[in-house]
């Protein structure tokens, strides 16, 4: 045998050794065998790292910043701006998403901190609205359909009246009529400069401690101990701030909650009424109808119609979302 020949069979010799030790070699010498957590994984890929210089060309409907990203001024400045570059120009804005506002946001100077604020919730709200926008035509679907199914869930998420007494397998066409007309009355947007608004002022443009630890940007009250944040001086309170995953989730639990409480009946009845008569529906006029928001009363309603008027608000109505 050739030396060349010789070393091509020792070396397919060691090859093979090195193969069967990797099979054999953990269980032979009791060593243990990696684990690969394949949900890390596939989180990994369900939430990109996006990087700056790809802003313009996010469109899908779960795009977010890493936390790296979303804590760099750098990085959040030169997003604020094109956000506001969009709006000037009327370009959609496009589907990418903060999680959580910044934790640094109070450390921005007062310009910047307004800039950032209004362009992470921007795409935020305009995604809220545009879900029960969906919501509100699946609704008629269903009735079109005669999808009792259906028809009993949006009853029951927009708490229709009597709910829990109605018999959902046999409604009369009457019945349904009733449904169907307050489902139209409560299923329905909430104009942008009303949620920018209220934003503003209950989370002190993000830099609240019910913001920064629980993504609770409108101070909705629950009284769960487990589903919410004690206000400090007052640990003993049988309320709490209630607190969401995501930014995303307080805006749709706002915009619900406006869309069922009684207490904002009217809000509602003057929306439909600008609805069907074809006006525009801005946030000024329906702020009108917040007088039961706050503690404060009638004095909320001015707060809120000026905070609308100073940052020109007003500015964002018409912003859209960038197409999917």
Known sequence: MSLSRYQEVLFLLIILSFFMIGFLGPKFWKISQPIFNFKS???????PVVSVDRLN?????????????????????????????????????????????????????????????????????????EM???ERRQMKIA???????????FSKKYKIKNFKKINFSTLNRSELRRIKLELLNKINSIPISLILAQSIIESGWGASRFAQEGNALFGQWTWKNDDGIKPKGNLDANFSVKSFDSLLDSVNSYILNLNTH???????????????????????????????????????????????????????????????
């Not at 009735?143 to 869930?153: A, D, G, V």
């Not at 809000?267 to 609805?275: E, G, H, I, P």
């Open 262 to 324: 009684p207490a904002y009946q009217g809000l509602r009845n003057f929306r439909l009424s600008q609805y069907n008569t074809g006006k525009n529906i801005n946030g000024n006029d329906m702020a009108n109808f917040l007088d039961k928001y706050a503690e404060i009363g009638y004095e909320y309603v001015t707060k809120v119609k000026k905070m609308i008027k100073k940052n020109q608000l007003i500015n964002y109505e018409n912003s859209s979302l960038a197409t999917f």
């Open 41 to 47: 994984i596939q989180y990994n890929f369900s939430n």
């Open 132 to 134: 029960v926008l969906e």
């Open 57 to 129: 060309q996010f469109y899908s409907n779960n795009n977010y910043l890493s936390s790296d990203q979303f804590n760099n001024k750098v990085v959040v400045f030169r997003w604020s701006e094109n956000i506001m570059n969009y709006v000037k120009n009327d370009i959609p804005i496009p589907r990418m998403y903060f999680p959580y506002i910044p934790k640094n946001i109070s450390q921005y100077e007062t310009k910047k901190k307004k800039s950032v604020f209004i362009a992470i919730l921007l795409p935020i709200s305009l995604k809220g609205n």
């Open 143 to 153: 009735f079109s359909t005669n999808n009792i199914y259906q028809i009993e869930r």
